[in-house]
DNA sequence: GTCTATACGCTGATAGAC
DNA sequence: GTCTATCAGCGTATAGAC
């Protein structure tokens, strides 16, 4: 699987040509605003190619779907397999992620900044695919085993990976300038200590931690 | 401005049931997958009358996001109004965008489950738009006042409403079946006290907290 | 202001030569 | 397996009647 992420060997070959023409241009256009001829000028092989290999544009689309989500979920059992707890699981996933994002541009954005339902219907929801899955199964387990607070695991889902989503798209955008390893310590500060300063839950803790749910 | 959130008045008027027909054309299909057409058949309005009014598909689209945005923009001005620190401003605008959730389906979904760029490429990015600009710097005051913990604004506000809005996009997918405010306290209960569990915190808290940035 | 019928361009897809 | 030339359908947009 040499493709995308990893340098494809020499000759490249015509497919990986094909694929990461296609990344490239989704991820600058948005999928409906690419053009099979688009694709095939980029590539620099003929239309007749890419409906023999894929079987058209939805298919290079489904297939470089399938291919990113499958390193994902590569790199997530590598990452669950050299740490034992969710804490340290997490913040392994998100330095990943992070980088990533710096070196692998398009392979991010393509997972993260995308609306995948709109031109792969039949694809399951992004959310319910293998990588994602075993991020909440990290977060589930990690509340269970009382490393994390005790609390919905949809809700622990979302503030960890959402917040690091949401970094990563204001990444993408251009809206944050900087490179994203520099907000690394902030993020994971934030996500484990939370957001009320220690100053003021001290000097009015009734009003700065409002929420009365009792902790186990 | 009667449009949408409001009850539109009898008759309803003719540009009204263009945009509420376009709105839950975009987000059932994407804007893509819907054509002029379409909205004529659904509004019950002849394709004249839309190029008329919008000038196109696209100036539909772009109505409907300026009028939204709007909307949005209102409903954070009276939250400041009404309140007059960060946790709280932030606690209310959660509480306010889970409720719609469930009684606006369709305008939260064209806000927080669509990609704009693909086809209103002029618009300026949403995280750009005037009602985001004020959540970041209701996070960024509260910060600067010492409500908040000293960290990078980004960040801050990725954690906060990055994970608001990703329970947001779980729910309008279905992966969420529960209505959102099911998951009010535990929401605001990760925010501001962490994610890492009490108990552990105390226990070895060096290694549930490794990060040694230092806190002001 | 509203509607109907029509035109034009583009895009996805195929057939068949090499 | 790869390529070129071509087709058919759809979707936007307009022109002109009412």
Redesign the interface.
């Known amino acids: 699987m040499p493709y995308l992420t990893q340098a494809c060997p020499d000759p490249e070959p015509l497919d990986c040509r094909i694929l990461t023409a296609a990344l490239d241009l989704f991820v600058e256009q ?4 690419v053009s099979v001829h688009e694709i095939q000028k980029r590539a620099d092989v003929s239309i007749g190619s890419i409906y023999k290999h894929f079987g058209g544009k939805e298919g290079v689309a489904d297939a470089l779907y399938t291919h990113i989500l499958g390193e994902l979920d590569q790199l997530i059992d590598g990452i669950m397999d050299r740490h034992d707890n969710a ?1 340290d699981r997490c ?1 392994a996933i998100i330095e990943s992620l992070f980088q990533h994002t710096e070196t692998h541009r398009n392979i991010i954005a393509y997972i993260f ?3 995948h ?3 792969l219907p039949q694809q399951a ?1 992004i ?2 695919s293998s990588p994602f899955l075993k991020m909440r199964a990290i977060v589930e387990q990690g509340i269970q085993r ?7 695991p ?14 990563i ?2 990444r993408l ?1 251009g ?2 300038t900087a490179p994203l390893m520099q ?1 690394r ?16 839950a001290q000097e009015i803790p009734e ?7 009792a ?2």
Chains 1, 2 share one sequence.
């Open positions: 948005g999928y409906h605003n804490a913040q900044h995308t609306k339902a709109d031109f929801h959310c319910e009382g490393e994390l607070r005790q609390t919905a949809w809700v622990a889902t979302a503030c960890i990976f959402g917040g690091m989503a949401r970094l798209q204001l955008d809206s944050i907000y310590n902030d993020m994971l500060d934030v996500l484990w200590n939370g957001m009320v300063s220690d100053k003021l009003r700065s931690r409002p929420v009365t749910k902790r186990s």
